[in-house]
């Protein structure tokens, strides 16, 4: 089937109390591990391109890459969606280009001015046959090359969510209730320590969820910063070089448990990085001698392809749902 928009995605995931993953494409490997994962689970996809994807590879390039997954995996839906479009013409650029999906994200904007540029890229993508995400309240975090520190961070308002999604006219909400983005989600301040001394992040705001779900009946709502960090990636890459301490995810119980209610998409960018990073940083540990970036970057697509896998199995619950 061709490239799809999120439209019947969401209605079956909302319906069917999961989520679609959302994965961050940056380059082939990333692209293959994803979907060849999907494609043996039979899951629905969203490939998501972020204002830094588009300028380390280039928009064709990962049109291209999308479009020869779609022709790879005739069976399973996939969209093509672009993650946090600062403005209207980088949404227009990639709603003329071939996307089916872009997020306008004016979270950091005024809520006039947020309603203002979202409405005005819901309305041309709509006379595209594209549809639109929007964002209400910030997330800590890096994001493209926005920091925002976890102080500057702020949960979304239920109170203000019927008005923004009335006047804008969106097809789906990003809340900010507690994930964040990157591999240091929250600091060692706001979190306990377990018996293995590892980081345990502050619980998610599941009243913040409910009370905007109850205000939107039906509606997708999509969580972002949603890495779980895998421990023993973080360990793979300590262990071979790498230093990163203290580098902490959302626990996948937890994002299980927001798939079952009105969350229907969950982005996921870090984990992918580093299962790529940790396999690249062990394989060059265990051979020094070798310089074929096949040979390092094929165990790096598999691994991305397991990590996606369970996934899809164990956290989104889309598999089999294609
Ligand atoms: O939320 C941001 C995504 O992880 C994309 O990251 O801007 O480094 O491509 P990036
Ligand atoms: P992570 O950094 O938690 O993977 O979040 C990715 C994301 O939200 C992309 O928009
Ligand atoms: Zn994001």
Do not use: W
């Not at 793979?236 to 009105?262: T, Y």
């Not at 062990?282 to 074929?292: G, L, Q, S, Y």
């Amino acid at each position: 089937m061709p490239l799809v928009t999120t439209t019947e995605m969401f209605k079956k995931a909302y319906e069917g109390g999961y989520a679609i993953g959302a994965f961050n494409v940056n380059n082939m490997e990333i692209v293959q591990g994803i979907t060849e994962a999907c494609r043996e689970e039979k899951s629905p996809v969203i490939l998501q391109v972020s204002k830094g994807a588009r300028a380390y590879a280039n928009h064709t390039y990962l049109v291209k890459l999308v479009e020869a997954a779609v022709a790879e995996c005739p069976e399973i839906p996939i969209a093509l969606h672009l993650d946090h479009g600062p403005d209207f013409e980088t949404c227009k650029s990639c709603i003329d280009g071939g996307f089916t999906s872009v997020m306008i994200d004016a979270s950091s904007m005024s809520f006039e001015d947020n309603i203002a540029v979202t409405k005005k890229v819901v309305e041309y993508a709509h006379d595209h046959g594209v549809v639109v995400e929007a964002e209400l309240g910030t997330l800590a975090g890096i994001e493209d090359d926005v920091k925002v520190e976890a102080h500057a961070a702020s949960y979304t308002r239920p109170e203000e969510v019927e008005e923004f999604v009335t006047k804008t006219g969106c097809d789906s909400l990003a809340i900010a209730i507690g994930t964040s983005h990157g591999a240091y989600k929250f600091t060692a301040a706001q979190c306990t320590r377990n018996e293995q001394g590892i980081l345990v992040p502050p619980p998610l705001r599941f009243d913040v969820l409910e009370e905007v779900s109850k205000r939107l009946p039906g509606f997708p709502i999509v969580l972002h910063g949603s890495s779980s960090v895998p421990q023993n990636y973080v360990k793979m890459i300590n262990e071979n070089g790498g230093k990163m301490p203290d580098a902490v995810g959302i626990p996948e119980e937890e994002l299980r448990h927001a798939a079952q209610l009105s969350v229907c998409k969950i982005n996921i960018d870090s984990d992918l990085r580093l299962a790529m990073t940790g396999t690249i940083r062990a394989f060059f540990n265990e051979h020094p001698d070798k310089f074929d970036p096949r040979e390092y970057l094929k165990p790096a697509r598999a691994n991305i392809k397991e990590l996606v896998r369970h996934k899809l199995v164990n956290v989104l619950g889309c598999a089999g749902k294609a």
